[in-house]
Each structure stands twice: as structure tokens, then as C-alpha cells.
């Protein structure tokens, strides 16, 4: 499970944070530092299962554009992908909500064939097993992260028999993501002496020149 980073009118930035990543997973996924101002679409799914979504033959509705290319064949397909362009961009979308449902079936095949539109796969754990979703938006300030979308988690009324670690978690959340506007400041006065110096002993050279 991959949760993305946000920018305007996208919803799957460069940067992603990985969930239980096998170990395949996580020696191939790119690792990336957090920046102050950036945004993150926090997405974390737990289940009594294996984890591992499994497709059934639910019927996809939710899709989303690409930026691949290609030049398509179908009139029905030209003018669904024309339309989903127009109204929805880079941004999900369901294809109830298009002109003609009946020719929106027929366009979206082959839009998703060529991999023009990517689908919203509904995903399954197995039978009898529990699954739990938690979503929410993150932006990450100076003096720490704020969470700005998301209902808020109770955790008195959930049992686990999984603890996290009090000390090293806090340790965590308290890193400021950039440094001190004090110790910037130092190092920038720290700069600014030494060009001073160097200035100095550079007019004192030229003005021993001239005395000679």
C-alpha cells in the first residue's frame, strides 16, 4: 500500500511512503526525505489476513487519466477520452457521472487497452477476514505535522495486542523538518564573518602593495 504525495491537481506525487513493504519492495522503492510545505495523502490499511487484495469480478468504475499517449481508433473512445479530459483532468472519476453511460462502457476499453485511463481495482481480502482503512491528509510545517482532512482516531475504544515503542515514536514526531531559524542564523553570521575577514585581508595586501 502506497501513500502519495499532493500537488495541485495530483494525486499520486513523486514521493510515496510504502506499508509493510515486502523485502523485494523494499530495496526497489526510491527512497525520499520530507520537505517543510509538502502534502501527503496518508493511507493505512490493516487486516487479519494476509494483506494481499485479491480481484473478483466486481465491476471497476472509478478510473483516473495518464499521460500516456495514443491515437485511438474508436469514435466512442475519442469522445469519452475527450470528455474525461475536459471535466475531470488528472483527477479521479466514475463513469456514471459522464453524458452516456451505454457509449462510456464502449470508449473506456479501449482507453484502458492503451493505457490511457488506469482503473480503480476493487481489491478483496479472503473470505471471513477483517479489514480496516484509516485516511487522511498530512501537511508538514516547521513546527511539525498537521493533519488537515481525516476523522479522528479514538484510540481508547481499539484493542491490539501489537504496542508501539513511547520513546522512539516520540523521538520521531518531534524532528523538526527543517533546522532552527536560530542555528540558520548562526551559520549564516559564521559566513558572513569569514567573507568579512577574507575582504579585510585582501585590502590590507593591496593597500601594503601600494605603500611599497
Avoid: W
Wanted: charged content about 30%.
Amino acid at each position: 500500500m502506497l501513500s502519495h504525495q499532493l500537488k495541485q491537481f495530483k494525486i499520486d506525487g513523486e514521493k510515496t511512503i510504502i506499508q509493510n513493504p515486502s523485502d523485494v519492495q523494499r530495496k526497489d522503492h526510491e527512497k525520499c526525505e520530507f520537505e517543510n510545505y509538502e502534502v501527503y495523502a496518508v493511507d493505512i490499511l490493516i487486516s487479519t489476513g494476509e494483506g494481499k487484495g485479491r480481484e473478483k469480478d466486481t465491476r471497476t468504475t472509478v478510473y483516473k487519466k495518464t499521460a500516456e499517449m495514443y491515437q485511438l481508433k474508436m469514435k466512442a473512445s475519442r469522445a469519452f477520452f475527450s470528455q474525461v479530459d475536459k471535466r475531470f483532468g488528472n483527477m479521479p472519476f466514475c463513469i456514471r457521472a459522464l453524458d452516456d453511460e451505454k457509449r462510456t462502457k464502449m470508449g473506456v476499453l479501449e482507453c484502458v487497452n492503451h493505457k490511457l485511463v488506469e482503473p480503480f481495482n476493487v481489491l478483496y481480502e479472503k473470505d471471513g477476514e477483517l479489514v480496516a482503512q484509516f485516511k487522511f491528509t498530512v501537511l508538514l510545517l516547521s513546527s511539525g505535522p498537521v493533519m488537515i482532512t481525516g476523522l479522528p482516531f479514538e484510540n481508547n475504544i481499539y484493542v491490539s495486542e501489537h504496542l508501539v515503542d513511547a520513546q522512539v515514536f516520540d523521538e520521531i514526531v518531534s524532528q523538526a523538518l527543517v533546522k532552527k531559524t536560530g542555528e540558520r542564523k548562526k551559520k549564516k553570521s559564521a559566513i558572513t564573518n569569514e567573507k568579512i575577514a577574507g575582504t579585510n585581508s585582501h585590502r590590507s595586501q593591496n593597500e601594503g602593495k601600494a605603500n611599497d
